[in-house]
């Protein structure tokens, strides 16, 4: 990895173990484990237990793959929650909306009712 992208896993993931460190040189790591030809007895024991971190490692993935896609499959019930809700409050806004189109009409409908009330009202008073 670049320097920048491991400088941040080694932030959010410090960790001591060899094996993670980006420089790691595996023939001086094995020697390490097995410096002599009477160490290799051992042998079977660092293969099983490596083999029991590779499962943990594989098991912790497989829990964290199956998290995100509980989370992923929450957000996009959330996500199709809220685009019904947008639609609900768009019909709503429709309906105010047509709602105050026709309350102006029936507005309109009655001053020119009015007007034309006055204007007999004055003729009337004019003719008595």
């Not at 484990?33 to 024991?45: I, K, R, V």
């Not at 098991?59 to 998290?67: G, I, P, Q, Y």
């Not at 992923?72 to 047509?98: H, M, P, T, V, Y």
Request: hydrophobic share 40%; aromatic share 4%; no cysteine.
């Amino acid at each position: 990895f670049p320097d920048e992208v491991q400088a941040a896993i080694d932030q959010v993931l410090p960790s001591n173990d060899p094996l993670d460190q980006p420089g790691l040189n595996v023939v001086d790591y094995i020697n390490t484990l097995f410096p002599t030809e009477q160490s290799l007895t051992g042998l079977e024991d660092t293969i099983s237990e490596l083999n029991t971190r590779v499962e943990n490692i594989e098991l912790e993935t497989r829990d964290m793959v199956r998290s995100q896609v509980a989370v992923g499959g929450d957000a996009a019930a959330a996500l199709e929650e809220a685009q019904k809700a947008i639609l609900q409050l768009f019909s709503q806004i429709r309906d105010i909306k047509n709602k105050a189109g026709e309350s102006e009409t029936m507005v309109k409908e009655i001053t020119r009712d009015i007007k034309q009330l006055d204007t007999a009202k004055r003729n009337l008073t004019t003719a008595i």
